[in-house]
C-alpha cells in the first residue's frame, strides 16, 4: 500500500505563513506527478500547486506569488510554503500522486486562517 502522509497544517493569522509536507513512498517519490489539492468547506475539491515527474511547477491563479511548492529528494517529502495567508484559503489541503491512471491522496490536513 503506497502511503502519503502530511503534516504541517493549523491555525494562523490572515498574512502569516504555514508550510505543509508530504512524505511518500519511495517508489513514487519523483516519478509521479505530485501535487496539492485543497477542498473547503462547501466546496469542490481543487489544484493548489503541482511539482511534475519533469520538473515543471505549475499554481493556481489564486495562491501565484504566495504559495511555493517544492522537494527534498533526500527524505521523498513534498512541501508547499503558503506565505501571505488569506481566510479564503481555508481548507484540507490534500497531498496527491498520479501517473496514468494510478492516482494515490493522503489523509488531509487543515489549514484554517482566521483573526
Known sequence: QVRL?????????????????CRMDRVIF??????WYRQGLGYQRELVAEFTSGGTTNYADSVKERFTISTDNAKNILNLQMNSLKPEDTAVYY????KASAQYWGQGTQVTVSS
Open 30 to 35: 519523483g516519478i509521479y506527478n505530485m501535487a
Open 5 to 21: 502522509v502530511e503534516s504541517g497544517g493549523g491555525l494562523v493569522q490572515p498574512g502569516g505563513s504555514l508550510r505543509l509536507s
Open 95 to 98: 497531498c496527491h500522486a498520479n
